[in-house]
């Protein structure tokens, strides 16, 4: 599974910067758009994995009697973070990017972390 989430993560890359650098949003219409924020997402799912991952291996060593599966955790916490950078440009496509935004944007992170926490989710 990971060596699967990197080669998507990479490849997403690689097509979000040819999509930013060969059309404009007017050029490849709507379904374009959807497919950027859809790339964008799955490149912010690898990252989110890899920190989450390199956050919870952090943790352990530090608190050792607390250590848990790291692999699992972070495949739970993964997507709900990598939310957070596709709400922040899906509110910048409605106009200027306002601190209240952003702050909205972070507590709805802390809530369903709070909910995966609690296997909620």
Known sequence: MDKLLLTISI????????????????GVGALGVFVLFILVYVLCLGLAVFGCRLFFYLRKRLNKANGGNIKKKS??????????????????????????????????????????????L
Do not use: H, K
């Open 11 to 26: 490849t997403a890359f690689f097509f979000l910067v040819a999509m930013m650098f060969l059309t404009s949003p007017s």
């Open 75 to 120: 495949y739970y916490y993964g997507p709900i973070i990598a939310l957070a950078p596709l709400f922040l440009l899906i509110g910048q496509t409605f106009g200027r990017l306002s601190i209240v935004e952003v702050i909205a944007v972070f507590f709805l992170e802390v809530l369903l972390c709070f909910l995966v926490s609690r296997n909620v």
